[in-house]
T-cell receptor, first 116, second 112 residues
Framework: AAGVIQSPRHLIKEKRETATLKCYPI?????VYWYQQGPGQDPQFLIS???????DKGSIPDRFSAQQFSDYHSELNMSSLELGDSALYFC???????????????FGPGTRLTVL | KQEVTQIPAALSVPEGENLVLNCSFT??????LQWFRQDPGKGLTSLLL?????REQTSGRLNASLDKSSGRSTLYIAASQPGDSATYLC???????????FGQGTRLTINP
């Protein structure tokens, strides 16, 4: 079965550089979520989109932005990178935004971002 | 603010034992609860999802229960195997929200 695809899988950047992470949801899934997992930490929610509209927002820094495109893939743009941004970034997808379905979130393999 | 706690933080048992992992949450107004497995440095694999109206879900050797009123869920693993070694995370989705709030996880080691 098709899963969530994330690219790149690994990324190394210098401080103050920018990075773009991409997420391709499971076919027919219309909702995408972004999470950040620091070393030894549990995943922290950043932001989500349903039908190309922002549907929920968590602790996402102002330096980060994201969007969902017409084909439902999503991109997380990160600027002015800091050492503390080094983490595993997960994208998840689900079918439907509310009521009447299970909204089970399926996670991708993650992008490991290292900021030097 | 929803807080999710998992006990114990780590567990080591011999192969073949049945075991229970615990998850508690502070706000019972949840939409659903998911249990995940995470291998070191890897992604999260969804194991079971329980809707707020359900009491339990089963998949193979795994059984998850939910007691929403007391803010608790348990993951029961039967006949544990070395391949079950991983970190197990529970996460709740609050009513009216999209995000999952995760616990810190239980690091499980099954010894051959």
């Amino acid at each position: 079965a098709a899963g969530v695809i994330q690219s790149p899988r690994h990324l190394i950047k210098e401080k103050r550089e920018t990075a773009t992470l991409k997420c391709y949801p499971i076919p027919r899934h219309d909702t995408v979520y972004w999470y950040q997992q620091g070393p030894g930490q549990d995943p922290q929610f950043l932001i989500s989109f349903y039908e190309k509209m922002q549907s929920d927002k968590g602790s996402i820094p102002d330096r980060f932005s994201a969007q969902q495109f017409s084909d439902y893939h999503s991109e997380l743009n990160m600027s002015s990178l800091e050492l503390g941004d080094s983490a595993l970034y997960f994208c998840a997808s689900s079918l439907g935004s509310s009521g009447g379905n299970y909204n089970e979130q399926f996670f991708g393999p993650g992008t490991r971002l290292t900021v030097l | 603010k929803q807080e999710v706690t998992q006990i114990p933080a780590a567990l080591s048992v011999p192969e073949g034992e049945n075991l229970v992992l615990n998850c508690s949450f502070t706000d019972s107004a949840i939409y659903n609860l998911q249990w995940f497995r995470q291998d070191p440095g890897k992604g999260l694999t969804s194991l079971l999802l329980i809707q707020s109206s359900q009491r339990e879900q089963t998949s193979g050797r795994l059984n998850a229960s939910l007691d929403k009123s007391s803010g608790r869920s348990t993951l029961y693993i039967a006949a544990s195997q070395p391949g079950d070694s991983a970190t197990y995370l529970c996460a709740v989705r609050q009513r009216g929200a999209q995000k999952l709030v995760f616990g810190q996880g239980t690091r499980l080691t099954i010894n051959p």
